[in-house]
């Protein structure tokens, strides 16, 4: 099938592997210890020959288990990972929220790191100014602008990430379990600000275990499991696969323990 120019995103078998050395020698006395120690390796397939399509403006989940390859994917997506072989294009500016704290400097205040990552997404010095109270406000955090972030809890830094990622005006967003690490009252604001997105036309890509808002806010979602792609569709037949897997490997792990 020839890539689609049309879309906002476009995957065609794309493969990533990641080599894992058996053995590390870290130190020089180590090395010394052991010169004629070969090394060796074990390859991990984190993407093995992924195929999909995302419309613009559409909303899509992408689900899987541990280990399935959505944050190795995610990555692939906004550049940080250069794909092995196959296709890759994101049609636009990238705004991703893909790890707690990436992007961020523990040493700086929020208000300079607000600044410093509005930038680097792609926003004027000017207009991440503009925007500084919007963002410090979405997160709730106006009372600790000028505490450093490494005193931050993981929930706070986890707002700030996200009320930045949302202010960047970036065609796609690519969101990892954003929804896991905020409080009761954040998650709704979340969902509120994500209907406000699919409505504005915005192209949202959202890594979660939770079938609920896979099936509340997605158009679509693909199903990964061990870097390959099991089902790709409407959302409430993603979440029926997605538990399929669970369920079959939770009988395949009882098993095991039955015969031992």
Known sequence: MAPSESGAIDVRGVTKTFRLPHRKYSTLKERALHPLATSTYETLHALDGVSFEVGAGEFFGIVGRNGSGKRT????????????????????????????????????????????????????????????????????????????????????????????????????????????????????KCFEQFD????????ILLVTHDMGVIERLCDRALVLELGNVVDVGEPS????????????????????VAAT
Do not use: W
Request: with cysteine; glycine share 8%.
């Open 237 to 256: 037949r993603i979440a029926r696969r997605y538990e399929e897997l669970n369920s079959r490997s939770a009988a395949v792990g009882s098993s095991e």
């Open 73 to 188: 994917l995610l990555k692939c997506l906004s550049g940080i990972y250069a794909i092995d072989e196959g296709y890759l294009r994101v049609n636009g500016r990238v705004s991703p929220f893909i790890e707690l704290g990436v992007g961020f400097n523990p040493d700086l205040t929020a208000r300079d790191n607000v600044i410093v990552n509005a930038i680097m997404l792609g926003l004027t010095r000017k207009q991440a100014h503009q925007r500084f109270d919007e963002i410090i406000a979405f997160a709730e955090l106006e009372d600790f602008i000028d505490l450093n972030l490494k005193n931050y809890s993981s929930g706070m830094a986890a707002r700030l990430g996200f009320a930045v990622a949302i202010q960047v005006d970036a065609d796609v967003l690519l969101v990892d379990e954003v929804l896991a690490v905020g409080d009761a009252s954040f998650q709704r």
């Open 196 to 203: 406000r997105m699919k409505r504005a036309g915005r192209t």
